[in-house]
């Protein structure tokens, strides 16, 4: 049998009293690449990698809460030492809820993949081809890496998949009362599920590219609607939030066969809405969940449809207040409605549009085609409700404030509402308006406020002139980077030349409004860095205009390349930006991906400048997004607000020496100080000024070659001069010869590194920088 | 209305051990008591004001006085240095925090590990995660909050307070610790 799992011949003659079963038949798999050394890899067996990881990167806990409250010998109070019942430790502790995170971020990603593989099967079939077209060949970097499979046709995500959800069983057991109980181990299982998570997402968006015909990479793609303002309220409105294109598509379907295009207005919020794009560019984004009370409250939507993931959980409550009627699409959101999914289709609508306020209907084409007729025959009946007080009523609701300051502590963001109030008493509605921008939109303030007022809806129409206002262009998310881009830009971005790949991602929990995400791709964008983004950060870039009228997406160009301003897609979308660090591996540098994660995770780590910016992260998913860039070598910055939930980092010393150590393959694989690049794996910034700073120094790799360590180096010095007033006091650390310090300070420089008695880094002349953390390689890439 | 010793940050009830609260006397106390104190201030100095007088004023008063090494965290630095004030260091505050878990440490002027942190105008659910990590991981180390917020994993933090009570507290503290 040896023979047999080694692909050997054996003669079938030779065996006796043997019953033979035949199973699925399994076609020889093509050998397109030989495989790596961890194809599919186990719970267990990239540990070895992982370590190295957290050895430099230390994990760093800040625990949200003190208490383990998961069994019933609980609460179990861990403060300072104290152990649970079941022998738990505080670290060990916070590193578990982080593994539950990482598992429901890493669920919710598969569960959508699982979703739209059965849907678009049974649409199209398992024999639909994969194919981005002449400009992709490799069409799927992460599922190659990580399981060693090529898909070629859509049934072959399904093994992908069948992969995702094996490892994410096993990696939620370990979080088990009585299982894990090392931090580091929790660490690991961390990583390991998140990089999963990263699978799951690749998986999915490659099937709804597939299935829906989304732009493949086009760095041309449409410019389309967004914002509060967009909506023409004139038509029948359909609403659809959540992050599953499914039953969207079917409404654009059902709109086209009906012949109705263009008489309904088919809009979204969350990264529906951007998917919906992709798909119908006349479709419009109405805005994140951050928006999703301003929209449901203002009246706009004729039906509400909810598909998956970040939804308001208090949808239905919040729709009956305007009268809209609500389908729950998708098996994860049934809200307590009937479900009408084998019901007439006749019968389910003249419910609806007859004052029922939902239905649970788990058929997506139904859906489309019950969602379009609601919206038509109710929209006539709705026109003018809305959930909010009139403008002349606010001054009377602001003077029952009895000034308790309890909304301003249930704010996420400290917003000074009770100082708006005194204000908005005598008549001036400016401070209320001001709040709108950092508003989160989470309407805590209502449920705590003790005179029963809702501070989210006075802002919002204190703040409707300027709601009204809000219409903007974002470029429809394009999806993958083309190899054709990667050849382009691989040796920049490896030698530095391009200073940088920024990806602003994730969710819209901004300590100070979407407005910062903008201004922090503004600056890199034209400092000539690579600038992506992905779901709600995309949403929010556009969400700004320069004084020419232009957002960033009308000003920068779409393709991947140096000073670019690029919508990758949705959530799920993020799996590119990964895929585009692997690409540069394995088109520019032709390592061979397959089964080969650790190789090509320690080539991002050292030598492709990618840096993710999750400003507003709020979710479980952004939680497994960021720790799994970190499984690839890839850091992320969060905003404030991810110090909280989130409660662990991985952070590097750059005053222990000794931690920035690795193997200058070139060289000679003796240990080689390559300094303190990337800094950190995962870290929390306080302020925008800090984030951009610490972007810039994060850009930073070992193998940047002088002139790209010049750029890299130039930038990070401008920045932390121009935001925090003086020179940063590490950068010596990140100059290895002379000729890397910029020219303009050259001497002025020179002396000060003379002062502090720097040496140049010993490098034979003619030398490259050649660095791995793996010592199977330190005396060769074979 | 808020009581004293609440959470400013309503919801974010850590566990069973809380601080207690401070005032004036009682912090410029612990200040001139430590061996190897640090002054940590935060974004919020640069947002601050006072009639006339912002945070940073009183940042810097407070650093002058008790001659405490201070640590410019978020990009408070530029502040610092247009008002001629030197801190002693410019770090992120994820960085600083970092280090003073670190019992090996030695400290920002490298005379060893710190005994005391003193936090001021800090983001507070940031400075709040900040001395959750110090709370657990740092024994060796106390901790005091001047802001008009109560932190609950600080071991000694100001109360909840109103702009014009939080103004007198600095007062008294900028005045203790110039006078004793």
């Known amino acids: 049998m040896e023979e047999l799992k080694k692909g050997g011949i054996f003669s079938i003659s030779d065996l006796k009293n043997v019953r033979i079963s035949i199973g699925e038949i399994v076609e020889e798999a093509e050998e397109w690449e030989p495989m790596g050394p961890h194809p599919m890899p186990g719970i267990a067996t990239l540990r070895n990698w992982d370590f190295k990881l957290l050895n430099r990167y230390k994990p760093f806990y800040a625990p949200f809460c003190d208490m383990c409250c998961l069994c019933t010998y609980g609460k179990c109070d861990l403060t300072c030492g104290k152990k649970g019942a079941c022998g738990i430790k505080i670290d060990a502790q916070q590193a578990r809820i982080v593994l539950i995170a990482c598992c429901i971020g890493t669920a919710a990603h598969a569960g959508h993949a699982r979703h739209l593989i059965d849907h678009l099967i049974e649409k199209y079939g398992r024999d639909l081809p994969i194919d981005f077209g002449p400009y992709i060949d490799i069409e799927a970097p992460i599922i190659r890496t990580v399981t060693g499979i090529r898909p070629r046709r859509l049934g072959d995500l399904e093994d992908a998949l069948d992969y995702v959800e094996m490892e994410l069983t096993n990696c939620l057991s370990a979080a088990h009362t009585g299982q894990e109980g090392a931090f580091i181990d929790f660490e690991s299982k961390n990583l390991h599920v998140s990089m999963i998570d990263n699978l799951a997402k690749e998986i999915a968006d490659i099937a709804q590219i597939e299935g829906y015909k989304f732009p493949k990479g086009d760095p041309d793609a449409p410019l389309v609607e967004i914002g509060l303002g967009v909506v023409d309220k004139s038509k029948p409105v359909v609403l659809c939030i959540g992050h599953n294109v499914a039953p969207g598509a079917e409404m654009v379907d059902y709109l086209s066969e009906r012949g109705v295009e263009g008489k309904v207005e088919v809009c979204g919020m969350c990264c529906t809405a951007i998917d919906i794009t992709r798909y119908e560019p006349r479709a419009k984004i109405v805005g994140h969940i951050a928006q999703q009370l301003y929209a449901i409250r203002s009246g706009i939507a004729d039906v509400i449809v909810v598909d998956e993931q970040c939804v308001r959980t208090d949808v239905i409550e919040e729709a009956m207040k305007v009268k809209t009627p609500v389908i729950a699409s998708n098996d994860k959101i049934c809200y307590g409605l009937p479900d009408r999914t084998d019901d007439a289709t006749e019968e389910v609508i003249n419910d609806l549009v007859n004052g029922a306020p939902g239905a649970l209907i788990l058929d997506a084409e139904k859906v489309g085609e019950v969602a379009v007729e609601v919206a038509l025959q109710v929209s006539p009946k709705r026109a003018h409700f809305k959930a909010l007080p009139d403008r002349g009523e606010l001054k009377k609701l602001a003077e029952s404030c009895v000034q308790c300051d309890e909304c301003r502590r249930a704010c996420p963001n400290d917003l000074h509402i009770p100082d708006a109030m005194v204000a908005a008493a005598k008549g001036s509605f400016d401070k209320l308006a001001e709040l709108y921008e950092a508003c989160v939109g989470c309407a805590k303030c209502e449920s705590i406020c003790r005179a029963e007022l809702s501070p989210l809806s006075m802002i919002n129409v204190a703040a409707d002139y300027k709601i009204k206002e809000e219409k903007y262009k974002v470029r429809a998310g394009r999806g993958p980077v083309l190899d054709t881009e990667i050849r382009n830009v691989g040796a920049p971005i490896v030698f530095g030349d391009i200073p940088g790949v920024i990806a602003y991602v994730g969710c819209p929990n901004y300590p100070k409004g979407g407005k910062e995400v903008a201004e922090m791709a503004d600056e890199f964008a034209k400092r000539g860095y690579i600038v992506v983004a992905t779901g709600c950060s995309a949403m929010d870039i556009a969400r700004y205009k320069d004084e020419e009228g232009k957002t960033l997406y009308e000003k920068y160009t779409g393709a991947f390349d140096r000073g670019c301003m690029v919508n990758i897609g949705s959530c799920v979308s993020n799996a590119h930006v990964i895929g585009a660090a692997i690409k540069i591996a394995g088109i520019f540098a032709r390592r061979k991906l397959r089964g080969n994660f650790e190789e090509i995770a320690d080539y991002i780590l050292n030598r492709v400048g990618a840096c993710g910016v999750a400003w507003g992260a709020m979710s479980q998913k952004a939680a497994s997004i960021a720790t799994g860039c970190n499984r690839w070598g890839i850091p992320v910055i969060l905003g404030p607000h991810g110090s909280k939930a989130y409660r662990r980092l991985y952070l590097g010393r750059k005053d222990k020496e000794e931690d920035w150590y690795a193997y200058n393959v070139k060289v000679g694989g003796e240990p080689f100080y390559f300094g303190p690049a990337p800094e950190h794996l995962i870290y929390a910034a306080e302020t925008k000024e800090e984030a951009m700073v610490m972007t810039a120094k994060l850009c930073i790799r070992p193998s940047d070659n002088p002139r790209g360590r010049l750029i890299k180096l130039s930038n990070y010095i401008d920045l932390h001069e121009r935001l925090l007033g003086t020179m940063p006091d590490d950068w010596h650390l990140f100059v290895r010869d002379e000729s890397e310090l910029p020219p303009a300070r050259r001497k002025e420089l020179k002396m000060e590194l003379e002062k502090i008695g720097w040496k140049p880094a010993k490098m034979p002349p003619g030398k490259i920088f050649d660095p791995t953390n793996l010592e199977r390689f330190r005396n060769g890439w074979k | ?180």
Request: hydrophobic share 40%; charged share 30%; glycine share 6%.
């Open chain 2, 1 to 180: 209305m808020v009581e004293k010793d609440d959470p400013w940050d309503i919801a974010n009830v850590p566990g069973p051990r809380r601080g207690e609260i401070s005032t004036p006397a009682i912090a410029a106390r612990a200040i001139k008591d430590a061996k190897r104190p640090l002054f940590i201030v935060g974004s919020l100095a640069l947002e601050t004001e006072f009639n006339g007088k912002s945070l940073m004023d009183y940042a810097i008063e407070i650093a002058k006085e008790s001659k405490m090494p201070t640590v410019a965290v978020a990009h408070t630095l530029k502040e610092f240095l247009e008002k001629e004030f030197q801190p002693d260091a410019s770090m992120p505050i994820i960085n600083i925090i970092d280090r003073l878990r670190d019992s090996d440490w030695k400290g920002v002027k490298g005379e060893g590990q710190h005994d005391l942190v003193v936090f001021l105008g800090v983001l507070y659910y940031i400075g709040s995660q900040g001395l959750s990590t110090l709370k657990h991981f740092a024994p060796w180390l106390k901790t005091i909050t001047l802001c008009r917020f109560f932190y609950p994993n600080a071991d000694k933090s100001f109360p909840n307070m109103s702009d014009e009570e939080w103004e007198r507290y600095l007062n008294e503290l900028v005045e203790k610790l110039r006078r004793d």
